[in-house]
């Protein structure tokens, strides 16, 4: 199981376990812009969405115009009581993605995860647990870091999240969405380092779409 403990107050502002200096002063419209432009490009709305790892609910905010139901789960009690008074009118529960998730399957319109499944001790087991929820046409979003040779080389240097558990290699990543029977639309790689956008095939981080077609 994920360790509440550790995502508390100390994880959101400037702990000595998180990339986070203040994470309720983040510019969030630069962190989410990705997402955003998946959900504008292929038209992507619904009646229900699933924000898995939620945190203070700022994704839940800028999507709740494309659903009629907002959804958010979080293991931080701390993220949850800050969420309820970002966004009131969202759904929030306090849950353990490596529990048990009192959720129907084949019930969602679209899961987002972002910065949610490197987390947590099995990604593979907890990405088939999201990807159960969603209904057969439905979007499922993730975005994680990808263990590949500029995480290996400088990680040291751009990540100081020591709740980090299982980070993968793409092909890893891959495997996992084949085996999960999900079609890739659209895949986005960024670097929180910006002069290794001038170098080709740097997968620093991904944020991908994916669809559920069986």
Same mark, same amino acid.
């Given at each position: 199981?994920?360790?509440?403990?550790?995502?508390?107050?100390?994880?959101?502002?400037?702990?000595?376990?998180?990339?986070?200096?203040?994470?309720?002063?983040?510019?969030? &419209?630069? +962190?989410?812009?990705?997402?955003?432009?998946?959900?504008?490009?292929?038209?992507?709305?619904?009646?229900?969405?699933?924000?898995?790892?939620? &945190?203070?609910?700022?994704?839940?905010?800028?999507?709740?115009?494309?659903?009629?139901?907002?959804?958010?789960?979080?293991?931080?009690?701390?993220?949850?009581?800050? &969420?309820?008074?970002?966004?009131?009118?969202?759904?929030?529960?306090?849950?353990?993605?490596?529990? +048990?998730?009192?959720?129907?399957?084949?019930?969602?319109?679209?899961?987002?995860?972002?910065? +949610?499944?490197?987390?947590?001790?099995?990604?593979?087991?907890?990405?088939?647990?999201? &990807?159960?929820?969603?209904?057969?046409?439905?979007?499922?979003?993730?975005?994680?870091?990808?263990?590949?040779?500029?995480?290996?080389?400088?990680?040291?240097?751009?990540?100081?999240?020591?709740?980090?558990?299982?980070?993968?290699?793409?092909?890893?990543?891959?495997?996992?969405?084949?085996?999960?029977?999900?079609?890739?639309?659209?895949?986005?790689?960024?670097?929180?380092?910006?002069?290794?956008?001038?170098?080709?095939?740097?997968?620093?981080?991904?944020?991908?779409?994916?669809?559920?077609?069986?």
């Amino acid at each position: 199981m994920i360790m509440k403990q550790e995502f508390g107050r100390n994880y959101f502002y400037g702990g000595s376990k998180s990339n986070y200096f203040n994470y309720e002063k983040m510019n969030h &419209a630069k +962190v989410f812009k990705g997402i955003i432009y998946f959900f504008d490009k292929h038209r992507i709305t619904g009646i229900r969405l699933l924000d898995a790892g939620c &945190a203070f609910g700022f994704l839940l905010k800028k999507l709740n115009p494309y659903f009629k139901e907002i959804n958010g789960f979080d293991i931080s009690d701390f993220a949850i009581k800050k &969420a309820r008074k970002i966004i009131p009118e969202a759904n929030l529960s306090i849950i353990d993605l490596e529990g +048990v998730l009192p959720f129907p399957d084949d019930h969602f319109d679209c899961i987002t995860a972002v910065d +949610v499944l490197e987390h947590t001790r099995d990604f593979r087991e907890n990405f088939e647990k999201l &990807a159960r929820k969603l209904r057969k046409g439905g979007y499922f979003i993730i975005s994680t870091p990808l263990d590949e040779w500029p995480r290996r080389s400088l990680g040291f240097i751009g990540d100081r999240d020591k709740t980090h558990r299982s980070i993968l290699r793409e092909k890893e990543l891959n495997n996992i969405i084949k085996k999960n029977k999900l079609n890739v639309i659209e895949r986005r790689y960024f670097s929180p380092f910006p002069i290794l956008y001038r170098i080709p095939n740097i997968h620093w981080q991904i944020e991908i779409l994916l669809q559920k077609v069986f």
